[in-house]
């Protein structure tokens, strides 16, 4: 319910011909795993990502090139070798235009890139730059020599693990717990909202959609399958059907609906732009 993008779902893309791996080295990362190893990642280190193509010699060396630094870093970076015919995806996601195409990504964002293949010392001399761009802005690799070990918060574990028990009730009694000792900790408040609302919409029958197309006067109905569609991943229809719902009511009803479409809402990042166009809709319905 982040609103992040997942491409989990897109299919690995096949080897390269003659059974050779699909990209120089062990830096292979593909549209399957480009959240995790790339995005999520560059949260704690930068990310170097090297589009290339079998098809060109430079762009492979290129790679290699890379691969050497990344060595002589011991960590201080992670690398990412991309098949740019496999992975288009992926290509047109960061604009690319030429192959090979170098780019650094931190904190989740691009940074810094260059086109085309450059001398051993040239590449040196960015990737020092980016670097001392992002010395101190980052969390740090949780595995590197001497970091902390991340210790889990007991209280966390026990409400993880009555979901995963299917206890519903102790685990939203277990988040309330955390938020009755600490009032202003938001993982345990989105964790309350996240739970709330899978329990209310799980329970509810997906034909309530058919129902409040129907039926645009009933309240209920509109709530209710806006959940349903928020369920099913469609937060702009669900949106949408509840900010219709503000436009036609008044009083009490009009409390309610936006109420429900606030509490929705949080559910996402704030800034993620269908969240931010709602918001302008609900204004314009509500002035």
Do not use: C
């Amino acid at each position: 319910m982040s609103g992040a993008v997942d491409l989990s779902a897109l299919k690995q893309p096949p080897a390269a011909p003659g059974g050779a791996p699909a990209a120089p080295g062990n830096h292979t990362v593909t549209e399957a795993d480009f959240e995790a190893k790339v995005i999520r990642r560059s949260m704690q280190v930068p990310v170097v990502v090297a589009l290339y193509s079998q098809r060109s010699p430079g762009s492979v060396e290129l790679v290699r090139t890379l691969e050497r630094l990344n060595a002589d870093d011991r960590g201080g970076w992670d690398l990412a070798a991309i098949e740019a015919e496999a992975n288009m995806n992926i290509v047109q996601a960061l604009r690319v235009q030429g192959i090979p195409t170098v780019i650094a990504v931190a904190g989740g964002q691009p940074l810094a890139d260059f086109e085309g293949a450059q001398p051993e010392a040239q590449v040196r001399q960015w990737l020092d730059a980016v670097m001392d761009a992002t010395a101190g802005k980052l969390e740090g690799d949780p595995n590197a020599a001497g970091a902390a070990p991340e210790v889990e918060d007991p209280r966390f574990t026990a409400a993880e693990d009555a979901l995963a028990e299917g206890d519903i009730a102790g685990a939203e009694a277990a988040y309330e717990a955390i938020l009755v000792e600490e009032p202003g900790n938001e993982e345990a408040k989105a964790a309350l909202r996240q739970l709330r609302f899978l329990t209310r919409a799980q329970q509810l029958d997906p034909a309530v959609v058919a129902t409040a197309d129907a039926d645009p006067a009933n309240l209920d109905a509109a709530l209710d399958a806006a959940d349903v569609e928020l369920l099913e991943q469609r937060p702009e229809a669900a949106f949408d059907r509840i900010i219709a719902a503000i436009k036609r009511t008044a009083g009490d009803d009009r409390t309610k609906a936006r109420t429900r479409l606030l509490e929705l809402f949080e559910l996402f990042d704030p800034a993620e732009p269908f969240v931010v166009a709602a918001r302008r809709k609900l204004a314009t319905a509500l002035y």
